[in-house]
């Protein structure tokens, strides 16, 4: 299979810092968190992830990835909340 290649400096590579958040709390805190598809998108992507890895341990961004995680959760339970009130809604991100 081929992978994907994430290119440098580019508004793509801003999005690989979310997705490893997302995979870091599925492996740190399974019991709040899980996605299994952020690990195996990142397995499909040609990408050095050594940065992010080397720091995985730090508290600052183990606290960025929970933030990142813990908002996009909040937010689907608030779509979600307002898609039950307003069942006709349109939703556009």
Not at 12 to 26: D, F
Request: aromatic share 8%.
């Amino acid at each position: 299979m081929d992978k994907y290649k994430i290119e440098r400096n580019i508004v793509q590579e801003t999005l690989i810092i979310p997705l490893y958040g997302r995979r870091l709390c599925s492996q740190r805190f399974p019991q709040l968190f899980q996605d299994q598809s952020a690990a195996k998108l990142m397995e499909r992507m040609d990408h050095d992830f050594s940065e992010l890895e080397r720091h995985s341990g730090d508290l600052m961004q183990v606290f960025g990835a929970l933030e990142v995680v813990l908002g996009q959760s909040n937010l689907t339970w608030e779509v979600r909340d307002y898609l039950r009130a307003h069942p006709k809604a349109a939703i556009i991100n």
